[in-house]
């Protein structure tokens, strides 16, 4: 054979040789890059799936319950900071005819507040709502209120009637300036008649956030 013929001959077959090379390399190489795209696209999937299981833990999946009376916004400030630590729910008594300042004025004979002290039969506070959605769902229910004339702010007494506290565990706090928690909690427990009712805390009217953070600590 003619020695150039041969020359040529192995030319072509060496550049074959590397054509072939490279097209199972780039092969391999964007298979890889597939291979890689997918698993990225799998963890994104997990991940929005593991962000989705939290919103709904996060969201309204909360176990406890922080129920509160406020008359001038004392016990709503510490309420709203308790519920903040437990990442707890908030409920609000709120009667249907509002308390006004001069309706909290003890000093006055004829206040509101003093007339509905002397006659417990004007204690019966009717309130915008006794309904608390997903109820059934609270393990937990905080409840606080002010203390009047040392027990709790009646206006309580009617949310703890209307509801049933069976399987649940129930802690009472107070706002006060003078007054302890006194027997407030252990009488709300007989009004309710069902729940595991726990001793309560007695905060002064503008406790601090250490102070509120302290008893939540302390709770679970």
């Not at 019966?124 to 709790?152: F, K, M, Q």
């Not at 009646?154 to 006060?176: L, M, Q, R």
């Amino acid at each position: 054979m003619n020695k150039n013929v041969l020359i040529g001959i192995i030319a072509v077959l060496v550049v074959a040789v590397l054509a072939v090379g490279g097209y199972i390399l780039l092969s391999g190489n964007n298979d890889e890059a597939n291979n890689n795209n997918v698993d990225n696209g799998n963890n994104n999937s997990s991940n929005d799936n593991q962000n989705e299981g939290n919103n709904d833990t996060n969201g309204n999946g909360s176990n406890i319950l922080v129920v509160y009376f406020s008359a001038q916004g004392h016990t709503e400030a510490v309420a709203e900071q308790i519920a903040e630590n437990l990442g707890a729910d908030l409920f609000e008594i709120v009667p249907a005819d509002p308390y006004t300042s001069d309706d909290l004025d003890w000093t006055d004979n004829n206040s509101r507040v003093s007339r509905e002290h002397d006659d417990e039969a004007l204690r019966d506070v009717e309130l915008v709502s006794t309904t608390v959605g997903n109820w059934e769902d609270y393990d937990t229910v905080i409840i606080g209120y002010p203390i009047w004339w040392g027990i709790a702010a009646w206006p309580v007494n009617t949310f703890v009637e209307a509801n049933d506290f069976s399987g649940k565990t129930v802690i009472p706090f107070c706002t006060s300036s003078s007054s302890g928690l006194g027997q407030s909690g252990e009488l709300l427990a007989e009004l309710a008649g069902t729940g595991n009712w726990q001793e309560g805390i007695r905060f002064r009217s503008n406790p601090s956030d250490e102070d509120i953070q302290s008893w939540t600590d302390s709770l679970f």
